[in-house]
């Protein structure tokens, strides 16, 4: 080899090399607090609360009438709540289903409803010279939808279709099992509906379910983006006087009894096990809540986390594996999810298990933690950074009755953690033995998970 070859070899190896070493990202800028564009509120004599909120340049507007009412309130009836809210854009007493559609897209907008476990909504997005038309279309909509028969028979249909789907895949009958084990006595351990129920479901359970729960003392009417203040409150004032008072909901908080379940869901030949682990913590009205939330960030809840590195990039028994905080009123669930290959079930959840235990007795490094601050401070600041994302958050703090200070102290009390309060709040919420496991797989992978002495000990296997 002559000595142009060797060099050229040389620079080959070198480059080779230097790809191989994994790219550190540029260092973060100082963190900045999040600063809350001024609030106007005012509240009607029937309960209705109204906020808004001066946002951005663009001539557009969010108005979004969010009411503590959901899932949570179906009882028997198992997703009324759903049907209620899919039915507010199929007719009134003086639109129908067409009529609405044409309005709202004559605003240069649509209605969207959505439904959740503890509150439900409805919104319009449309340019600002509407705003004031948009607050009375949704008025007519909470006040005066028709539920009407045919209606709701199609809507039963179209949810019980994607119910199905939805209880047919791992990741759903992981968190059906999951949710079911850790809040057996409570509303929050239902996951899914049971579709014979839903089929059962008539005009009149629709609307007792709507006059009970879609009412004014429930419900806050947030207007986000640039527009007529003057003009949207004398449209509100007038187009809400009349909805019905009604009364506040009291959610009871969960007790959380699955600790130290293990649940096996049979999933004959399926190549891999989607994995749930975890347990409840404190919500978010606990003094802990925030550190907890970095906590979870660096152990499993970011691409960069040390669970995700581990069992992902590492070990490569998962594409994309992830912990969260779930919350819902006076409720807060920890759980590390995954969809490993079969043949890595046990040594996935060895891995996830030892890094827990790490966490809980070594603090992180300055620098590490550091870098979790800084990601967790941009991200902070660029969810609320729209007319929804701020709506979002106002609602997220009046639902867990915190002060509207949160949000401009938020990154502050980010940056003031210490490796060791990170430590002990992984020591304090996440002991093993009080943990549920749910693995939903073949019979085959259960073997393995003998094989793991912690899970041995604490699920008895």
Known sequence: MNKWKILVAALLLAAVGAQAEKQQPPAGGEPKDFKLTETYDFSLDNGLDVTFVQYGDTPKVTLRMVTATGNVDDGEHDAVSDMVYELLTEGTATRSAREIAEQSAGMGGQVNTSVSANSSYVQMDVL??????????????????????????????????????????????????????????????????????????????????????????????????????????????????????????????????????????????????????????????HEDYVGLGVMNTLLGGSFSSRITSNIREDKGYTYSPSSTIATRVKSGTWFQTADVTAEATGPALAEIIKEIKRLQT????????????????????????????????????????????????????????????????????????KMTLVVVGDESVKSQLTEVPELKEIFKL
């Open 128 to 285: 600002s010279e509407y705003a004031a038309d948009a607050a009375a279309l949704i008025a007519d909509l909470v006040q005066n939808s028709v539920y009407a028969e045919e209606d709701l028979l199609r809507a039963k249909n179209n949810f019980i279709r994607d119910l199905k789907v939805q209880k047919s895949q791992a990741q759903g009958q992981a968190a059906e099992a999951f949710y079911q084990a850790v809040y057996s006595d409570h509303p929050y351990g239902k996951v899914f509906a049971d579709e014979s129920v839903v089929e059962t479901l008539g005009t009149e359970q629709v609307k007792a379910f709507a006059d009970a729960n879609l009412v004014a003392s429930r419900s806050h009417l947030y207007v986000s983006g640039k527009f007529d203040q003057a003009q949207v409150e004398k449209a509100v004032k007038a187009a809400f006087a009349s909805m019905p008072k009604g009364q506040p909901t009291d959610v009871t908080a969960p007790a959380g009894k699955g600790a130290g379940k293990f649940v096996f869901v049979p999933r004959e030949d399926a190549p891999q096990s989607t994995l749930r682990l975890g347990l409840p913590v404190v919500d978010p009205s």
């Open 362 to 433: 070594e603090a992180p490094a300055e620098q590490e933690l550091q870098g979790f601050k800084n990601y967790i401070s941009g991200i902070f600041v660029l969810q609320n950074s729209s007319r929804t994302a701020i709506i979002n958050q106002l609602w997220f703090l009046k639902s867990h009755d915190l002060p509207l200070s949160r949000l401009e102290t938020y990154v502050q009390q980010v940056n003031d953690l210490s490796p060791k309060q990170i430590s002990a709040l992984a020591a304090k919420y996440l002991p093993l033995e």
